[in-house]
Nanobody, 122 residues
């Protein structure tokens, strides 16, 4: 059974940095895309970043230049380095995976983690 476990969330002041990690288990992820979505209160889930099995990376316009996604194929771990955080980045962040290339639509991802809270506030 596929399991995704996020870690690294917390509360940070504007301008600060956080690093989220996601450990995947339960099958081989060699042909999978991995990625991150987020959901703020009262809003729909929003694509943040994705990385293909060939390490091509994709970002939403709102985080490009501030966030960086990476993955360790040998350990089945992906990371999201978040710099210059803003109050509007406050959300629950979800780790996701799917066969194929990253997609911006939440409905096209196969597996989801439980989520980790990121709060950006002074």
């Amino acid at each position: 059974q596929v399991q995704l476990v996020e870690s690294g969330g917390g509360q940070i002041q504007p301008g600060g940095s956080l690093r989220l990690s996601c450990a995947a288990s339960g099958r081989s992820f060699g042909l999978d895309a991995m990625g991150w979505f987020r959901q703020a209160p009262g809003k729909e889930r929003e694509f943040v970043a994705g990385v293909s099995f060939k390490d091509s990376v994709y970002y939403s316009d709102s985080v490009r230049g501030r966030f960086s996604i990476s993955r360790d194929h040998a350990k089945n771990i992906q990371n999201l380095q978040m710099n210059d955080l803003k109050p509007e980045d406050t959300a629950v962040y979800f780790c996701v995976t799917r066969r194929g290339v990253p997609q911006t639509s939440a409905s096209l991802w196969d597996y989801w983690g439980q989520g980790t809270q990121v709060t950006v506030s002074s």
